[in-house]
C-alpha cells in the first residue's frame, strides 16, 4: 500500500520527502514541473547550502581570522557561487548523470535527470545545512566527532540522489544507483586531482 505523500507547498513536501523519497519523485514528475520550477528547486537548495556556508565562515576555525572587510567580500562570493554556479555545475552533472542512467537502460529523458537531481538536491539541503551545524558544534571535541557530523549531509545527498534517479529511470535497485553515484563522485574528484597537479 503507497504511503500517503505530502501535498502542500514545496517546504513541506522537501520536508515530508524523506518518508518515501522514491514516492516523492513519483509525485514531482506527476505534477509536471516547468523548467522554471526547476531551476527554482535548484536555486533554493543553493541559498540553503550559502546558509551553512555561511555560518562555517563565521563559526569555523578560520571565521576570527577573517578581516571585516574581506568578510564582506567572502559573502558576495559565496552567493554568487550557490546560486548561479553551482546551479550550472548541477545542470551539467544532471546531463551527465542522465547519459550514464540512459546508457544502463534508463528509461528518464534529460527533464527526467533535471528534475531527479534538483529534487534530490531540494530535498537533502536541510539535511545538509543540519549537518553543517552539528560539525561546527563539535569542533574541538575529542575524536572525529566533527569529520563525522560533516559526512552525514553527503552521505543523505548521495542517497536522495540514488532513489530520485531510480524512480526517474525506472530503475527497480536503487542500490546499484547508489553505487553509479559513488563511482561517478570518485571519478570526478580524481579527475579535478589529476587536473590540479598537472
Request: net charge positive; hydrophobic share 60%; charged share 10%.
Amino acid at each position: 500500500m503507497e504511503r500517503s505523500l505530502p501535498s502542500g507547498g514545496v517546504l513541506w513536501r522537501m520536508l515530508g520527502a524523506w518518508s518515501d523519497l522514491r514516492g516523492s519523485m513519483r509525485a514531482e514528475l506527476g505534477r509536471g514541473p516547468s523548467e522554471g520550477r526547476l531551476l527554482f528547486y535548484v536555486m533554493l537548495s543553493g541559498l540553503i547550502w550559502f546558509i551553512g556556508r555561511i555560518a562555517t565562515l563565521v563559526y569555523g576555525p578560520l571565521g576570527p581570522a577573517i578581516p571585516e572587510d574581506l568578510f564582506v567580500g567572502r559573502v558576495g562570493v559565496e552567493f554568487i557561487s550557490a546560486i548561479f554556479f553551482r546551479s550550472l555545475v548541477f545542470y551539467a552533472l544532471a546531463a551527465l548523470a542522465g547519459a550514464v542512467a540512459r546508457a544502463a537502460g534508463g528509461s528518464g529523458g534529460w527533464r527526467d535527470s533535471r528534475a531527479a537531481l534538483f529534487w534530490a538536491a531540494l530535498v537533502s539541503a536541510p539535511v545538509i545545512l543540519a549537518a553543517t551545524m552539528l560539525s561546527l558544534l563539535l569542533t574541538g571535541m575529542p575524536g572525529h566527532a566533527a569529520a563525522v557530523a560533516g559526512m552525514l549531509g553527503p552521505v543523505a545527498f548521495a542517497w536522495a540522489v540514488a532513489q530520485c534517479f531510480a524512480e526517474a529511470h525506472g530503475f527497480a535497485n536503487a542500490w546499484r544507483v547508489l553505487g553509479a553515484v559513488a563511482t561517478l563522485a570518485a571519478a570526478i574528484v580524481g579527475a579535478a586531482y589529476m587536473l590540479g597537479n598537472l
